[in-house]
């Protein structure tokens, strides 16, 4: 099942009543790949235990990693839950909508949720390709952890049980020409070379160079490259560093050609 190829990831959950409840239904819904990102609960104590219930097993398969980026090794797909307004023009699904999006035969994906009373920060934020708000009254809009986990799930379920074989053409996001799309570990590397090769050639100031490059992941994540075009684009960078070599050093980073706006 598509399922199978569906990491839950919870960034820094404090709760291990919500830890446990988020192994049931995972249970329930068919998921198996719990991933906890510097959890601050015991995971697998009796708290925890009681409420996994016959989810037991996924919390003991459950891998723990210290941050994100490890949690998103392998994954090509990623959709973050927030309830915050971003700054940037990037639009906030439904789960209904989005979610069917993780489903591609053949792709690890990443499902991502913050932590209980915070939810997850920009810089998170920026490690998915789009983002979900699950819709509620405005009288008490705040979700519990395990339940935003319950609803994504079965949303996630749901869809594979009436999986149009369009899906693809459906959910904004254009199938891939030709080959994989990069894994979000891949794109990530290219991210960190672009911030330096652009601070190094005075495009990108160091007080304007983490808003800037949300744009770019933005930009990216829309054109979701495959693992050659990254490598493409790397060597592009590659090729700007040699270059840069053989200029005078007065010519590199002062920012008098910079057209940053």
Known sequence: MKLDNVKIILVE???????????????????????????QCDPLGI????????????LEAAQEVPTLPDALKG????????????????PLESPRTALPWLLKEGVTSALIFGREDRGLSNVELNYAQRFVGIPSSSEYPSLNLAQAVAICCYELYQSTQSLPSNI????????????????????????????????????LYPHTAQARM??????????????????????????????????PKSDVGDGSQSIES
Request: glycine content about 8%; overall charge positive.
């Open 168 to 203: 693809e053409t459906r959910y904004l996001f254009p199938p891939t020409q030709i080959g994989e799309t990069a894994p979000l570990d891949v794109l990530e590397g290219y991210y960190q070379h672009l911030e330096t090769v652009l601070l190094k050639i005075g495009y």
């Open 47 to 58: 708290e925890a235990r009681q409420m996994a219930v016959h989810g037991g097993d996924i």
């Open 75 to 90: 994954c090509q797909r990623a959709i973050a839950t927030t309830a915050r307004a971003r700054t940037l023009n990037t």
């Open 13 to 39: 959950p404090a709760g291990p009543l919500n830890v446990g409840s988020v192994a049931r239904v995972m249970k329930n819904m068919g998921l198996h790949q719990l991933v906890l990102v510097n959890p």
């Open 214 to 247: 949300e744009k770019f992941r933005r930009l990216l994540s829309r054109a979701t490259p495959t693992t050659e075009e990254a490598a493409m684009l790397r060597g592009i960078l590659r090729q700007m560093e040699w270059a840069l070599k053989s200029l």
